[in-house]
T-cell receptor, first 117, second 111 residues
Framework: GAVVSQHPSRVICKSGTSVKIECRSLDFQATTMFWYRQFPKQSLMLMATSNEGSKATYEQGVEKDKFLINHASLTLSTLTVTSAHPEDSSFYIC?????????????FGPGTRLTVT | KQEVTQIPAALSVPEGENLVLNCSFTDSAIYNLQWFRQDPGKGLTSLLLIQSSQREQTSGRLNASLDKSSGRSTLYIAASQPGDSATYLCAVGGGADGLTFGKGTHLIIQP
């Protein structure tokens, strides 16, 4: 149980284009979904927190107009990287918390590797 | 702002040894602490979660402890195997908050 999927797993796009990444909780309803990114040889950094039906909360230094997050249902959140540039190339990972879970454990997706050329 | 530090940054040991990875954090007001492993180019595999009210958790050869008041956690790996080679990440936070990750310990187990 508690499986999170991400699509696509890898994407290559040209500079200036937009890319959408989907994060789905497959077998549970997620109270909250989180988006992280990981640059090469660095650790994961939280980008934003997303609750169903609400606007996402972005961490300091993350541009909300560049990284658009939509959390339309309790099982789906999307991250759209708008006007992507090479410096946006990174590993993007989402996680979700199980609705009503007392442990607050986050279940992570497999990640999406974005390369902007 | 929460900061998480992991020591050592890298570790290489012969197969069969027991080893300890360390994690410290600056703000003790955490919901939980999670240990993950990450293989090169891959996502995260959750190893253990310790809720803030707990002191330790065990899974197979792994044991994690938490001393919230001193802001410390350790991950103990018994009888290490080459398949244990990976980067181990400690993360704190949880609940409605995102996780703050350490930079990880890069572990190599020599056959």
């Amino acid at each position: 149980g508690a499986v999170v999927s991400q699509h696509p797993s890898r994407v290559i796009c040209k500079s200036g284009t937009s890319v959408k990444i989907e994060c789905r909780s497959l077998d549970f309803q997620a109270t909250t979904m989180f988006w992280y990114r990981q640059f090469p040889k660095q650790s994961l950094m939280l980008m934003a927190t997303s609750n169903e039906g609400s606007k996402a909360t972005y961490e300091q230094g993350v541009e909300k107009d560049k990284f658009l997050i939509n959390h339309a249902s309790l099982t789906l959140s999307t991250l759209t990287v708008t006007s992507a540039h090479p410096e946006d190339s990174s590993f993007y990972i989402c996680s979700a918390t199980l609705k009503g879970s007392p442990s607050g454990e986050q279940y992570f997706g497999p990640g999406t590797r974005l390369t902007v050329t | 702002k929460q900061e998480v530090t992991q020591i050592p940054a890298a570790l290489s040991v012969p197969e069969g040894e027991n080893l300890v990875l360390n994690c410290s954090f600056t703000d003790s007001a955490i919901y939980n602490l999670q240990w993950f492993r990450q293989d090169p180019g891959k996502g995260l595999t959750s190893l253990l979660l310790i809720q803030s009210s707990q002191r330790e958790q065990t899974s197979g050869r792994l044991n994690a402890s938490l001393d919230k008041s001193s802001g410390r956690s350790t991950l103990y790996i018994a009888a290490s195997q080459p398949g244990d080679s990976a980067t181990y990440l400690c993360a704190v936070g949880g609940g409605a908050d995102g996780l703050t990750f350490g930079k990880g310990t890069h572990l190599i187990i020599q056959p």
